[in-house]
């Protein structure tokens, strides 16, 4: 199971910090990535963690204001985002597939197990 939590209305430049608390499998064998889906749009990767090194991607548009971390311990995986703008407002998700074999990636079909979403919304 993955639940995302820290979404809400922000103004532009403002900073959240989304979790996803993970809960029946291990980060050390799980893939992780965080989605958003804008209003009318279809769901795009932006930033994922891979099980095995801990590795880290990010989708062009928001490399330097996006970063993703893990804490094992706490089951939890992070997604800080600075510097927000009117064009981050999506829902959040994140997702997990078995990174046993395989690097984490931003493709929609790579992932197994889906969060419920989180909403932020980036407004004056």
Excluded: M
Excluded at 28 to 50: H, L, M, T
Excluded at 110 to 117: A, K, L, P, R, V
């Amino acid at each position: 199971q993955l639940v995302e939590s820290g979404g809400g209305s922000v103004q532009p430049g403002g900073s959240l910090r989304l979790s996803c608390a993970v809960s029946g499998f291990s980060l050390d064998y799980y893939n992780i990535g965080w989605f958003r889906q804008a209003p009318g749009k279809e769901r795009k990767g932006v930033s994922c963690v891979s099980a095995s090194d801990g590795s880290t991607r990010y989708e062009d548009s928001v490399e330097g204001r996006f970063t993703i971390s893990r804490d094992k311990d706490k089951h939890t995986v992070y997604l800080q985002i600075t510097n927000l703008k009117a064009e981050d407002t999506a829902d959040y998700y994140c997702a997990a597939f078995t990174g046993v074999f395989r690097p984490c990636a931003l493709f929609f079909d790579d992932y197994d197990y889906w969060g419920q979403g989180t909403q932020v919304t980036v407004a004056a």
